[in-house]
């Protein structure tokens, strides 16, 4: 298993971490104060010479400002270099003088063992803490010039206080690494929620751009055709049949209105005018009379089956859709007479059948072909990523499906079919 290191963290995490470390040091700091009084009051109630224990009291005091100059950083960054040697070297030292003037010193190994351990790599501090450790029993031996037997006595404590003080090294050290790779996870959490929002927004933003255009591509875009359409015919007839003129202009003047009924209505994702107080079959039947009433084509919209309330979603997909087909025979059926729309209601699913006798065009190469650029999208879309291929796209969101039959001279067919659940039930999606 890796561990972590303080090469692994990155520069903004160490900042954190060095935060997280800081106020873990705040008991550790409290450790060493309390461990300092303590091995002074003891060298103060020594019965050494006055002289001697003042230094060992100056040489165990130095260790303090020692460790905050020089050691604590260090410690709480988890940074091994010269810095940390010198610092051991001399905190050994500090306390090996104050021990050598009087044993009494030897109290600070609680605080001393520590602070070699977090300061070094495992082996040269465990070596340094074995000499902490046996330092005392070599005072002793060299203070009474010979070898004394009652020494052999001592050792098996020293050497107890060596393992526990090198358990106690290790599981401070093994404390501080768990806080170190803890304050890195979490900041990897913390990156990776923040990169999953980010991609959430971006993808949000992409889903409304892609409703928008649909929307604007399947009401905006064709009343505007419309419009055009309407004005240019009634230019070419206003000096020979101003009565027809004038009625072509009041009907694009009514399809103007409800384009800006329906810019209004999908910019607040409101329900479409067409279905607001009226069902599918309705307003599918005065989009097919809008129809016949700009392009002069036979239109005969139909419907099969028993008329059922139908899940809004369902109906503002399927009346874009017709939308749509009809914008397709505006501008591609060619020669087209006759369009035939029917809506076929069954207990399961609801079909919309869009047929038309004009040109028609290749469906297979229109299958084969990209989804932007290139062929023609049924005549239309592929050009702008629209047309049929926003058409299926909407119906396969509600989980139905479009099926286009068409040949060059031979018309167009689109079928579109929409499962139900039971009725008025919304789907998950919106």
């Not at 009051?41 to 020594?46: A, D, E, G």
């Not at 020293?158 to 806080?179: F, K, M």
């Not at 796209?393 to 929409?418: F, K, L, N, W």
Request: hydrophobic share 45%.
């Amino acid at each position: 298993m890796h561990m972590y290191t303080q090469e692994d963290v990155p520069r903004n995490v160490r900042g954190r971490g060095l935060d997280s470390g800081v106020r873990w040091f705040g008991l550790w700091d409290g450790y060493f104060a309390v461990s300092y009084l303590v091995t002074v009051v003891l060298l103060f109630t020594s019965d050494e010479d006055q002289v001697r224990r003042a230094f060992a009291i100056g040489a165990l005091t130095l260790i303090v400002p020692w460790y905050a100059g020089l050691g604590r950083k260090p410690m709480i960054r988890r940074t091994h270099g010269r810095r940390n040697f010198v610092f051991a070297a001399g905190l050994f030292l500090l306390f090996a003088f104050s021990g050598t003037l009087d044993l009494g010193g030897s109290f600070a190994l609680f605080a001393v063992v520590p602070m070699l351990m977090m300061s070094l790599p495992m082996p040269p501090a465990i070596v340094l803490v074995v000499l902490a450790n046996l330092w005392p029993v070599t005072v002793v031996w060299l203070r009474g010039g010979q070898f004394d037997p009652h020494i052999l006595s001592v050792l098996p404590i020293s050497l107890l206080g060596t393992a526990l003080s090198v358990l106690l090294g290790v599981w401070i050290t093994r404390v501080v690494q768990q806080s170190s790779e803890r304050a890195v996870l979490i900041d990897e959490l913390r990156r990776s929620r923040e990169r999953e929002a980010h991609l959430s927004h971006q993808a949000g933003i992409s889903a409304e751009r892609e409703r928008l255009a649909r929307e604007i591509h399947d009401t905006l875009a064709q009343s505007l055709t419309s419009i055009i359409s309407l004005v240019q015919a009634a230019e070419s007839e206003v000096a020979v049949n101003p009565e027809r003129a004038r009625s072509r202009l009041g009907l694009a003047g009514r399809v103007a209105r409800d384009s800006l009924d329906e810019a209004r209505g999908f910019v607040s994702k409101l329900t479409p005018p067409a279905l607001r107080e009226s069902s599918l079959m309705q307003a599918v039947r005065r989009q097919a009379d809008l129809l016949m009433e700009e392009t002069g084509l036979t239109v005969r919209c139909t419907a099969r089956g028993e008329e059922q309330p139908l899940p809004m979603a369902v109906s503002v997909v399927l009346l874009r859709s017709a939308q749509e087909a009809f914008a397709n025979v505006r501008k591609h059926a060619g020669e087209a007479r006759r369009v035939d729309v029917l809506v076929a209601y069954a207990p399961e699913a609801v079909r919309l059948v869009v047929r038309d006798d004009g040109a028609g065009f290749d469906a297979e190469a229109w299958r084969g072909a990209p989804p932007a650029g290139g062929a023609e999208d049924g005549g239309n879309g592929a050009r702008g990523g629209f047309g049929l291929r926003g058409m299926r796209a909407r119906v396969r969101e509600i989980g139905g499906m479009v099926q286009i039959d068409s040949d060059p001279g031979a018309g167009t067919t689109i079928e579109m079919t929409v499962p139900l659940g039971p009725v008025g039930e919304e789907p998950d999606d919106e």
